[in-house]
């Protein structure tokens, strides 16, 4: 197969582009002499309609979604042959475009491009990919981006109290914002009591650090990053430090200034030596090691797997997929199930439906969507409704039990 029918046959493309047509980003390199085209035709098509004062949102071509966000002077788009809405593939695009400006910033773009639109963005992001590249990966199966949520460890409410209580205390100077992250999960996180991250922006700091190895053996710089939710036109400075490899238990410490390196350093040993000194270290290590708790530790007949985030806290939980979902393949297609039954949920944003049942030969889904919390609950196929009823009440039973366990519930704050 030579190189562009291997390009072609993916089922998904993401292309970031100038609105000069010039190229930023796409997800599968190839010879750009071969796929410029591709881009051409693209241009062509945003002008066309462009030229009638209105904004192109999608294309249906066959079996292919074509999809556009279209922001200032940056285009993208993506080509997939999914099952994904138009809604969901539009959300993918607008985190693809977020994590451009998170290494270059809103008006830093928006002046440059449309001060010279044939300006070649890439010398700008070399080394940047493997984030684009870690992300885009992530979105095409990633339960966090379609719920809008933060997946947080499951770890004992104490030791979670016990370990924001240390974050806290080991605050110096101007410390903005203090996370700790667990194999991409979110352990804890102190705040100004003034203001809070939200998940895309929360999404965009665990991709940039589960993106590189680089952070492992060495201490970084402080790395200036934007996030565009707290503010897309300037800079935080991230200071990242790897408390254990073995378990991915990353800190995270966000700086107003530049020169804060070590300050950030004196923070990172005091929290580290408080997070030693009373445990919390290895009871980490021990809930990464047990956080893939399965459906089974629910106790619940029938139940194959969940998702479940809650508003108030934009946080979420799911169990480890087990049977019948022991590949790739079977897992993406459970997670394809869960974004048509969750695109049918909102399909009138304003009013979800509350309550959404589908039954297809390989399992039963029951969504329960309320202004507190979205449930999407997996059963076997041969479960009747009722039991299935049943089985999402006992669900939430045990959610609700294991709340403290499952969330950040009492947010640290200084």
């Keep these: 197969m030579d190189d562009i029918s291997k390009w072609r046959s993916h089922k998904k493309h993401f292309f970031l582009f100038s609105s000069a047509g010039k190229p930023i980003y796409t997800r599968y390199p190839c010879d750009e002499s071969k796929i410029a085209g591709v881009t051409g035709v693209l241009v062509g098509i945003i002008s066309f309609v462009g030229r009638a004062s209105d904004t ?31 809604a969901q593939l539009s959300i993918q695009l607008e985190y693809m475009y977020s994590q451009i400006i998170s290494t270059l910033t809103f008006s830093w773009t928006d002046k440059i491009l449309k001060e010279k639109p044939g300006f070649d963005l890439r010398n700008l992001l070399t080394g940047t990919d493997k984030y684009l590249n870690n992300l ?37 100077g101007d410390l903005f914002y203090a996370l700790l992250v667990a194999r991409g999960q979110l352990v804890h996180l102190v705040r100004p009591k003034k203001h809070i991250l939200y998940p895309p922006d929360l999404h965009l700091l665990i991709n940039f650090i589960t993106s590189s190895s680089g952070f492992r053996n060495s201490e970084a710089a402080l790395t200036p990053i934007c996030l565009p939710k707290f503010n897309n036109q300037g800079f935080l400075h991230l200071y990242v430090c790897y408390l254990d490899n073995d378990n991915d238990i990353c800190l995270l ?64 939980t799911q169990p480890q997929t087990g049977p019948p979902y022991h590949t790739k393949a079977q897992r993406k297609r459970l997670f394809r199930l ?55 009440n006992n669900l939430l039973k045990w959610i609700n039990k294991e709340e403290n366990n499952l969330f950040i519930t009492n947010a640290t704050v200084w």
């Design 56 to 86: 192109i949102k999608s294309i249906q071509a066959g079996k292919h979604k074509i999809v556009f966000v279209l922001i200032g002077p940056i285009y993208c788009v993506t080509v997939a042959e999914s099952t994904e809405s138009i």
């Design 253 to 316: 410490l966000i700086s107003l200034k530049a020169e804060d390196f070590y300050l950030m350093s004196s923070c990172k040993d005091k929290i580290k030596a408080g997070l030693e000194s009373t445990d919390c270290l290895r009871l980490i290590d021990v809930a990464v090691k047990q956080h893939n708790y399965s459906v089974f530790d629910v106790g619940i007949p029938d139940l194959l797997h969940f998702l479940f985030s809650t508003h108030g806290l934009s946080q979420m």
């Design 136 to 172: 885009a990966s992530n979105l095409n199966c990633g339960a966090p981006f379609l719920l809008n949520a933060v997946n947080c460890l499951r770890i004992p409410g104490p030791v979670r109290t016990n370990i924001g209580s240390v974050m806290h205390m080991g605050r110096e």
């Design 338 to 392: 869960y974004q048509q039954v969750h695109d049918n949920c909102y399909l009138d944003k304003d009013k979800p439906h509350k309550v959404y049942y589908h039954r297809s030969e390989s399992e039963t889904i029951v969504a329960w969507i309320t202004s507190g919390f979205d449930l999407y609950a997996c059963f076997s196929p041969l479960v009747s409704k009722a039991e299935a009823i049943k089985g999402v």
